[in-house]
């Protein structure tokens, strides 16, 4: 058969929002043209992540029912335990409510100033922290992760050229740690192959740098190292996440992505004495040890969400399911990211509007004008997310502007993504109509998240 059905049936569901064109230019308006300004139900399918939006499977709802809601050595808690040290193989495990709790404990022990963070990529909160705690983050990407209109299978590489190179320049001594995403969410959802993550290791371990994988995706990594790397193809998924963490002194989750939860994180560490620091910062800033900032009945959900997130059924349909919207939009001409990553399609919003200017936020100009045209709700991943002005006031752009449509994990269906596939079409037809924004106002850190803007 060759039609990819979703390998679950419903059995509740929850209404979604209907507006009118109308209605959502008002919206928007109100919003400041910020889709972290909308509310939910003004919006009729919502692609602004797949973090913290999974749909819980049956299993996952009897756990949250049996969680044990004990402050200290809770039962849950030793679910969710053994479910992550199954996996990581590490020693420490340290709850916390999402991934930038354990990113804040982290770079609160690793970072200050003087301090340099290397990775393939940071995401915006990863990056948020370091530079918050005075240090700087510095990308690594493998040149072909910055193209998007070229096909590779592993374009959230790191470059262990550049990396080796940066080492060299900035002094083993002022990089405590070193960071790998999986997959690599600024780049598009793209993979890390196992033999760039060994090899990562191996030039970390040349200089004494231990190396922590942010592993929020790292079931959908596994999965394309499956399909894609020979010497895979016979392993499991578990075994090839089991693997991927063998080459880590440490990680950081958003359990919000394949802990397949709403919410939920870890730092994960293998080191006693780093390990002992970051304990005192969760009891002082998010909780005690064995629950972090989650409910007891969160942990229940995450352990079960462990389990569910390496059955290769639901991984064949949810990178399928991505898959078959960026097939949809390729076939129509509509310019994205290729090949689809794991959890979402990214428009190339530099081909799309090429007649916005970085500066003028042409990511977000599309964005608008998709929301307007359907509904659906997307974020921007360009010069809003990771731009900033020079010591100049020159805005500096980062290579590539994106729109990530983030498919939500078992949340929406076939017809659901041929909605946005119509949506994003008829978008990229009113193209020429886009028009460049400027911000009105913005903070220091992250301002993606509260900027507010307006059309020039
Ligand atoms: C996303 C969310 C979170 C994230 C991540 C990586 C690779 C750490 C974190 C932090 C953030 C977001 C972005 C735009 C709109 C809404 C939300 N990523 N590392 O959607 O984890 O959020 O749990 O603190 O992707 O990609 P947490």
Known sequence: MKTLIEPFKI?????????????????????????????????????????????????????LMDGDEAYAGSRSYYKFEDAVKEITGLKHIIPTHQGRAAEKILFTIAAKPGIVIPSNSHFDTTRGNIEYAGA?????????????EVEAPFKGNMDLEKLRKLILEKGRENIPLCMLTVT?????????????????????KEFGIPLFLDACRFAENAYFIKKREPGYENKSIKEIAQEMFSYCDGATMSAKKDGLSNTGGFLALN???????????????????????????????????FEEVLNENYLE?????????????LEAGVPILQPTGGHAVYLD?????????????????????????????????????????????????????????????????KSH????????????NNREKLRGMEITHEVEYLRHFTAKLKFI
């Open 317 to 329: 349909y949810r990178i399928g399911q991505v898959k078959y919207l960026g097939d949809k939009l």
């Open 136 to 148: 700087e983050a510095i990308d690594n990407l493998v040149d072909v992760g910055s193209k998007p």
């Open 271 to 305: 080191d006693d004495a780093m390990a002992e620091q970051a304990k005192v910062l969760l009891i002082i800033t998010e909780g005690f040890l064995t629950y972090g900032g989650m409910t007891r009945r969160d942990l229940e959900a995450l352990a079960q969400g």
């Open 417 to 428: 993504i041929d909605y946005i596939a119509e949506a994003c079409i008829e978008t990229y």
């Open 11 to 63: 059995k509740s569901i929850e209404e979604i929002p209907i507006t009118t064109r109308e209605q959502r230019e008002r919206y928007l308006a109100n919003a400041f043209y910020n889709p972290f300004f909308l509310r939910s139900e003004y919006v009729t399918i919502d692609l602004l992540t797949d973090s913290g939006t999974t749909a819980l499977s049956s299993k996952q709802w009897a756990g």
């Open 349 to 413: 919003a530099k081909r799309f509007a090429p007649h916005i200017a970085p500066e003028n936020f042409p990511g977000q100009s599309v964005l608008c004008e998709l929301y307007l045209i359907s509904g659906v709700r997307a974020v921007e991943i360009g010069s809003l997310m990771f731009g900033k002005a020079d010591t100049n006031g020159n805005s500096q752009s980062p290579e590539m502007e994106l729109v990530r449509l983030a498919i939500p994990r078992r949340v929406y269906t």
């Open 184 to 204: 690599n969410n600024t780049s598009g959802g793209q993979p890390v192959s196992m033999q760039n993550i060994r090899e990562t290791k191996a030039l970390c």
